[in-house]
């Protein structure tokens, strides 16, 4: 496993791989135990702090690894306390956003997927930057630690335990920059680590990977019956009206896309999430309400309204809350279709994907 790699990141390999790199390194398996449970149970953030290993595997790791830990380069908190928001420093100098989240009594990760995005959505912060590369596995499971690490620090301060200070991360969320079905493998293979019950344990309804519509992504993912949860970003139900938000609609367009989202819910029996950033204007009537509802009739879906985050790069506004509520009241009342509207906490501390490196980087 190093031969090829050059040093291991212990945040990118699954417990049976430790396994077999422990037997590789001719050591004893047994080990892996205690040394996944300093990764994930007690989260220890070096190598150093392992302690209780034996003394040949500390060696091999400080050879032939390392504690992919990502150091904190910014870090705020919304004025309503419920969302903090963190910039993490990559090995390589770039940076990546993180989010931890604290809504109706649950502790939720909202990780990065990449550096930047080549899916170029107009309203994006993340899109106007453009792509720079993908996250590697250890990468994206580094930042569920990272939280799941901030959380139980904050657990163990004087003034912490209140009801809304819970200590264990208990949902991930694929919604912070980046798509994650254009980092396919390394997406899989992270959440397959976080889903280890021995360590973070976060089971197929705690993870949730939201696309902008990769339709092979889509299809592999149902062929591959992958345990998560699927939400589809769909913001229009146009062609035309779709491609001017989110170019590569131009790619995979509407159609091929919702024959996908249908073949996944045939073949997978779940329900998936579209998601809808609300424009004023652009896409919050009650006739786009009707078109959507239409487009989505007999599917298994709910759809989440997010009131647009303004960004440097996009002219348009949030809509307003009737706005919001009207658009919901069609979905229930002609379709009969489940939506919410998800709060815009956080707005104050530019928590929108993408927002925070947009502002590091404007900043002198
Ligand atoms: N690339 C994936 C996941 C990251 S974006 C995707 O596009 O689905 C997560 C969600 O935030 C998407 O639904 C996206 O459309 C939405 N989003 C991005 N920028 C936004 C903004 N400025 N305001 C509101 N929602 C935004
Ligand atoms: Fe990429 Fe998602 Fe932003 Fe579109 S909305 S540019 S897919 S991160």
Same mark, same amino acid.
């Given at each position: 496993?190093?031969?090829?790699?050059?040093?291991?990141?212990?945040?990118?390999?699954? =417990?049976?791989?430790?396994? *077999?790199?422990?037997?590789?390194?001719?050591?004893? #398996?047994? &080990? $892996?135990? @205690? %040394?996944? !449970?300093?990764?994930?149970?007690?989260?220890?953030?070096?190598?150093?702090?392992?302690?209780?290993?034996?003394?040949?595997?500390?060696?091999?790791?400080?050879?032939?690894?390392?504690?992919?830990?990502?150091?904190?380069?910014?870090?705020?908190?919304?004025?309503?306390?419920?969302?903090?928001?963190?910039?993490?420093?990559?090995?390589?100098?770039?940076?990546?956003?993180?989010?931890?989240?604290?809504?109706?009594?649950?502790?939720?990760?909202?990780?990065?997927?990449?550096?930047?995005?080549?899916?170029?959505?107009?309203?994006?912060?993340?899109?106007?930057?453009?792509?720079?590369?993908?996250?590697?596995?250890?990468?994206?499971?580094?930042?569920?630690?990272?939280?799941? =690490?901030?959380?139980?620090? *904050?657990?163990?301060?004087?003034?912490?335990?209140? #009801?809304? &200070? $819970?200590? @264990? %991360?208990? !949902?991930?969320?694929?919604?912070?920059?980046?798509?994650?079905?254009?980092?396919?493998?390394?997406?899989?293979?992270?959440?397959?680590?976080?889903?280890?019950?021995?360590?973070?344990?976060?089971?197929?309804?705690?993870?949730?990977?939201?696309?902008?519509?990769?339709?092979?992504?889509?299809?592999?993912?149902?062929?591959?019956?992958?345990?998560?949860?699927?939400?589809?970003?769909?913001?229009?139900?146009?062609?035309?009206?779709?491609?001017?938000?989110?170019?590569?609609?131009?790619?995979?367009?509407?159609?091929?896309?919702?024959?996908?989202?249908?073949?996944?819910?045939?073949?997978?029996?779940?329900?998936?999430?579209?998601?809808?950033?609300?424009?004023?204007?652009?896409?919050?009537?009650?006739?786009?309400?009707?078109?959507?509802?239409?487009?989505?009739?007999?599917?298994?879906?709910?759809?989440?309204?997010?009131?647009?985050?303004?960004?440097?790069?996009?002219?348009?506004?949030?809509?307003?809350?009737?706005?919001?509520?009207?658009?919901?009241?069609?979905?229930?009342?002609?379709?009969?279709?489940?939506?919410?509207?998800?709060?815009?906490?956080?707005?104050?501390?530019?928590?929108?994907?993408?927002?925070?490196?947009?502002?590091?980087?404007?900043?002198?």
């Amino acid at each position: 496993m190093t031969d090829t790699l050059g040093p291991l990141n212990l945040y990118a390999i699954t =417990r049976d791989q430790l396994r *077999a790199q422990l037997v590789q390194w001719g050591l004893n #398996p047994i &080990h $892996a135990g @205690r %040394l996944w !449970n300093y990764l994930y149970i007690e989260l220890a953030s070096s190598l150093d702090a392992m302690v209780e290993l034996p003394p040949k595997l500390r060696a091999r790791l400080s050879d032939e690894a390392f504690l992919g830990v990502l150091d904190t380069s910014i870090e705020t908190d919304s004025s309503d306390g419920f969302t903090r928001k963190y910039l993490l420093r990559l090995a390589d100098n770039e940076r990546i956003e993180t989010v931890l989240m604290r809504y109706t009594g649950r502790v939720t990760a909202c990780v990065s997927s990449q550096v930047g995005c080549a899916m170029g959505c107009v309203f994006c912060a993340t899109g106007q930057m453009g792509y720079t590369r993908h996250l590697t596995a250890g990468e994206i499971v580094a930042q569920a630690v990272h939280v799941a =690490r901030a959380l139980k620090h *904050a657990a163990t301060m004087a003034d912490a335990p209140t #009801p809304r &200070h $819970a200590t @264990r %991360l208990r !949902n991930v969320v694929l919604m912070g920059m980046g798509e994650p079905l254009h980092n396919y493998d390394a997406v899989m293979h992270a959440i397959d680590i976080l889903r280890d019950d021995a360590g973070l344990a976060l089971g197929a309804e705690r993870i949730t990977l939201s696309t902008v519509g990769v339709v092979p992504g889509i299809l592999r993912l149902a062929q591959e019956r992958r345990p998560l949860n699927l939400a589809v970003s769909l913001h229009a139900a146009t062609q035309a009206e779709r491609a001017a938000l989110v170019p590569v609609a131009k790619k995979w367009p509407l159609d091929e896309l919702m024959a996908a989202c249908r073949t996944y819910s045939e073949v997978t029996g779940r329900r998936i999430f579209y998601e809808w950033t609300l424009i004023e204007g652009k896409n919050d009537t009650p006739a786009h309400a009707r078109a959507v509802g239409a487009l989505l009739r007999g599917l298994n879906a709910q759809v989440n309204l997010i009131p647009l985050n303004p960004t440097a790069g996009y002219l348009g506004t949030p809509s307003q809350n009737t706005a919001a509520r009207a658009f919901q009241h069609v979905l229930a009342d002609e379709f009969k279709l489940a939506s919410t509207v998800r709060q815009r906490r956080g707005i104050d501390i530019a928590a929108g994907c993408g927002q925070l490196a947009v502002v590091e980087r404007l900043a002198p």
